[in-house]
């Protein structure tokens, strides 16, 4: 498949908002024991979290956004650090286990509530190329006739359903057909839009 993998778990990652992350060398030094043992790149949400990385990690992301980008460290409750873009208003919650979610205040005027928190709805093109073609066909097939295909059922064929640190948040998503992304089908590509929480 042609997508990246977890340097944790290596399975592939499918970029789903708040379910990967990709933590970029940029802010390490060379003798970061992150850098010499390859704790970088793409990762699951769940995988990072659970590692002994989340705390380096959410530490020189702090660092990075309020020393270099000079954003605003708006306020610490417990686990969580809010920082915010001056600039673009968007908010960045950093929690002390790695895991980062960003969003536009204007977003919470759709969250959805869920357990342990809220759920922001995404929407945006993947495309993504299958090894498997009866997948890709299956997809495609879907996406023709009925104009979306279950993103959980996606999740699952890919047997990545574990790696899901909010599986609820894909519960009820769909890739969904859309005519100026079918161009990109060719060979076992496929391109659509997903919708999801």
């Known amino acids: 498949m042609n997508v990246k993998?977890?340097?944790?778990?290596?399975?592939?990652?499918?970029?789903?908002?708040?379910?990967?992350?990709?933590?970029?060398?940029?802010?390490?030094?060379?003798?970061?024991?992150?850098?010499?043992?390859?704790a970088f790149g793409w990762c699951h949400a769940r995988c990072l979290s659970a590692s002994n990385w989340g705390a380096f990690w959410a530490e020189r992301r702090i660092?990075?956004?309020?020393?270099?980008?000079?954003?605003?460290?708006?306020?610490?409750?417990?686990?969580?650090?809010?920082?915010?873009?001056?600039?673009?208003?968007?908010?960045?919650?950093?929690?002390?286990?790695?895991?980062?979610?960003?969003?536009?205040?204007s977003?919470?005027?759709?969250?959805?509530?869920c357990l342990?928190?809220?759920?922001l709805p995404v929407s945006e093109p993947m495309h993504l190329e299958f090894d498997d073609p009866k997948l890709a066909c299956e997809i495609r097939d879907s996406l023709i006739q009925s104009s979306c295909?279950?993103?959980?059922?996606?999740?699952?064929?890919?047997?990545?359903?574990?790696?899901l640190l909010y599986p609820e948040a894909v519960l009820d998503g769909m890739m969904q057909f859309d005519k100026t992304l079918k161009q990109h089908w060719m060979g076992n590509w496929?391109?659509?839009i997903v919708t999801y929480n």
């Open 149 to 163: 295909f279950p993103l959980s059922k996606l999740v699952e064929a890919l047997n990545l359903t574990d790696s």
């Open 190 to 192: 496929v391109s659509a």
């Open 63 to 105: 660092q990075h956004m309020t020393n270099v980008m000079s954003f605003v460290k708006s306020r610490e409750i417990g686990a969580l650090t809010a920082i915010r873009n001056t600039r673009t208003g968007e908010v960045s919650i950093l929690r002390t286990d790695g895991i980062t979610f960003s969003f536009s205040p």
């Open 5 to 38: 993998h977890c340097f944790i778990c290596k399975r592939p990652v499918l970029e789903l908002e708040g379910q990967f992350d990709k933590l970029d060398t940029y802010l390490l030094n060379e003798s970061d024991d992150a850098y010499q043992q390859g």
């Open 116 to 119: 342990g928190g809220i759920l």
């Open 107 to 113: 977003a919470l005027d759709c969250k959805k509530d």
